[in-house]
C-alpha cells in the first residue's frame, strides 16, 4: 500500500469528501523537510498536519536533526499562527493548541504531528467532562475544574472528532469546505 503522506503534492492541493478527492490547495507550509496541511474533516476548526518529508516510521529512526528540528520549529510557528488566527463558529480563538506527534494509522506508518486547536468550553464540553469524569473527580472538582477552565485533555479530541459530522463545517455542501479550506490555509499560509 502506498503512503498517502509520501505523496507530497496530491496531500497539498487535493482533499478527499466523501471518498472522492476534490481540487483544495490546503498547503500551510513547505520546506525541504516538511509540510503542513489542513486537515479537510476540521474537528476543530483550524486542525492541520506536519508532515516530515522522509517517510520515518517514528522518532527513534535515523533523522538528521535540521530535519527533526525544521519539523519541531514549524509545529510551535504554526501553532502560534493557529492560535491568533484561526476562529470557531462563535468567531472565537483557540485557548490552547494540542499536539499529538502520530507515527501509524490506517493506511501508513510515516512520522506526523497533528496540531488540534482547543476553543473555550461550550456547555456541551461541560456536560461531556461531567458525563465522563464525574465518578472519578466528583462534583466539586469538577465545578473546580469549570470555572478555571481547566478541562482539557484526550477526552476533548476523541469527542470532537467522533461528532464532527454535527458541526456546521461538516454540515456544508463540499464545494462550499473547499473554499473554507483554501482561504483558511491562505490565512495560515507562510511563504516557503
Not at 13 to 20: H, K, L, N, R, W
Not at 71 to 89: G, H, L, P, V
Amino acid at each position: 500500500m502506498s503512503c498517502p503522506f509520501c505523496n507530497r503534492e496530491s496531500m497539498m492541493t487535493s482533499a478527499p469528501f466523501d471518498g472522492v478527492k476534490q481540487p483544495c490547495n490546503r498547503w500551510i507550509y513547505k520546506s525541504d523537510h516538511c509540510y503542513v496541511v489542513l486537515k479537510p474533516e476540521q474537528h476543530t476548526i483550524g486542525e492541520s498536519i506536519v508532515i516530515l518529508n522522509d517517510h520515518k516510521a517514528d522518532l527513534t529512526d535515523d533523522i538528521p536533526i535540521e530535519k527533526l528540528s525544521d519539523f519541531m520549529n514549524i509545529i510551535k510557528i504554526i501553532s502560534t499562527r493557529t492560535k491568533n488566527i484561526a476562529k470557531n463558529e462563535d468567531s472565537e480563538s483557540p485557548e490552547r493548541i494540542y499536539v499529538g506527534i502520530l507515527c501509524d494509522g490506517i493506511t501508513t506508518q510515516h512520522l506526523h504531528a497533528h496540531l488540534i486547536p482547543r476553543y473555550p468550553f461550550s456547555k456541551y464540553d461541560e456536560s461531556k467532562y461531567e458525563e465522563f469524569f464525574l465518578k472519578r473527580d466528583g462534583e466539586i472538582e469538577i465545578i473546580k475544574k469549570q470555572k478555571a477552565k481547566d478541562l482539557g485533555g484526550y477526552w476533548y479530541v476523541c469527542d470532537k472528532e467522533q461528532n464532527h459530522y454535527k458541526s456546521s463545517y461538516a454540515q456544508k455542501a463540499v464545494k462550499d469546505r473547499v473554499r473554507f479550506l483554501e482561504c483558511l490555509a491562505n490565512e495560515l499560509r507562510l511563504a516557503p
